[in-house]
């Protein structure tokens, strides 16, 4: 079974930084899409970054840019989500997901395994 699980949350002050931590079991990593996604009391859920995982090509949504970055790490089947310049807005709970994607995309609805999420907290 595939299992993910999220680690690396917590609260951070403004301009802070966090690394958030996706440890994967239960597929061959390097045939997935994985992402990372996000979603804050009231709102829908929405996409933050996704990745195949044997390649360098990535996306971001637009708030994510010039401050988020994804990585993979194969050999020990983790993803990373490296947040800096933190911001009030991104307090939210993040998830990890994968699934067997042609292509990256940032739409919730394509993935099938996810995370149980962690809570990110950006205090002002």
């Known amino acids: 079974q595939v299992q993910l699980v999220e680690s690396g949350g917590g609260l951070v002050q403004t301009g802070g930084s966090l690394r958030l931590s996706c440890a994967t079991s239960?597929?061959?990593?390097?045939?997935?899409?994985v992402a990372w996604f996000r979603q804050s009391p009231g709102k829908e859920r929405e996409g933050v970054s996704c990745?195949?995982?044997?390649?360098?090509?990535?996306n971001y949504a637009d708030f994510a840019k010039g401050r988020f970055t994804i990585s993979s790490d194969i050999a020990s089947g983790t993803v990373h989500l490296q947040m800096n310049s933190l911001q009030p807005e991104d307090t939210a709970v993040y998830f990890c997901?994968?699934?067997?994607?042609?292509?990256?995309?940032?739409?919730?609805?394509?993935?099938?395994?996810w995370g149980q999420g962690i809570q990110v907290t950006v205090s002002s």
């Open positions: 997901a994968a699934d067997l994607v042609l292509w990256p995309s940032l739409h919730p609805g394509v993935y099938d395994n």
């Open positions: 990745m195949k995982m044997n390649s360098d090509t990535t």
């Open positions: 239960g597929f061959t990593v390097g045939d997935y899409t």
